[in-house]
């Protein structure tokens, strides 16, 4: 009789052949402990009992530069049974050669890796490998990079912030055909497709709420004067400018000045 051992999530399983040629019977071993398990994640806790899960397990890869963050990931995605951690990349340049070679369902990808970022992963290796989902998993949530990610070819985008249990339920979800988002992203997705005499009308409202000064410091700003003008102009400090810019960047959603200055012009 021959035996297989392998291992699914926290267990390992040990995989008998009997006597009729293509059966196997899956036993648990005597000691069959999970590893420590994740916050809000299921760890497996018993045998699958050959379930058609542990034969077809979710072939997952991960697309990660910082080698601290990969290990965690790494060490969520292996509590649970039905994901099985195929590969993991530090770069788009290792994970570009690695990649094609694998059968992978999803892969994770993050989008700030040195050198070629996780969107020209995406965008390079997407019609190459048509079958495989490519879901973001990233700190940015601007408008530009999420719609670079999902023109080039990726199917789901989620935040990192994203806790552990979300994460494993937007995987199953992409592997079961949906487009799995965090709630920010999916926000500016709708945003993005509003009517533009909706959009305008959201951004005259968002400028109500701004203060006649900060009203004064925004117009300034989008003439392209340097905080130091505008104090001057204005006739107060340039440590009082910075506060105002703040402020004006914190109503209005938008991160630089650049962006602040678009909104004057919609």
Request: charged fraction near 20%; aromatic fraction near 4%.
């Amino acid at each position: 009789m021959a035996a297989v051992c392998c291992s699914g999530g926290n267990l390992a399983y040990t995989f008998y052949m009997t006597t009729a040629p293509g059966h196997w019977q899956c036993r648990v071993p005597d000691e069959c402990t999970p590893r420590n398990p994740i916050p809000d994640v299921t760890p497996a806790s018993s045998c699958p009992n050959c379930s058609s899960r542990a034969a077809s397990p979710i072939r997952v890869a991960l697309v990660e530069d910082d080698p601290v963050q990969r290990a965690e990931i790494i060490e969520l995605l292996q509590t649970v049974t039905h994901l099985e951690v195929a590969g993991a990349w530090a770069s788009a340049e290792a994970a570009a050669k690695g990649l094609p070679s694998m059968a992978l369902d999803i892969v994770l990808v993050d989008i700030g890796l040195p050198g070629a970022s996780g969107v020209d992963l995406v965008r390079q290796l997407k019609p190459r490998l048509p079958e495989t989902q490519f879901m973001m998993l990233t700190v940015f949530e601007d408008a530009e990079r999420i719609f670079d990610a999902l023109e080039a070819g990726a199917t789901g985008y989620l935040l990192k912030k994203t806790i552990p249990k979300r994460l494993i339920e937007a995987i199953d979800e992409l592997h079961a055909g949906g487009s799995p988002m965090s709630g920010a992203i999916a926000r500016r997705v709708v945003e993005r497709f509003q009517p533009p005499a909706s959009k305008a009308r959201a951004i005259e409202l968002e400028v109500a709420h701004l203060s006649q000064r900060e009203c004064a410091v925004l117009g300034l700003l989008a003439q392209g004067r340097l905080y130091k003008e505008i104090a001057i102009e204005l006739g107060i400090a340039l440590g009082t400018v910075q506060t105002y810019v703040r402020r004006i960047y914190v109503k209005l959603h938008v991160r630089n000045r650049t962006e602040a200055a678009r909104q004057t012009l919609l």
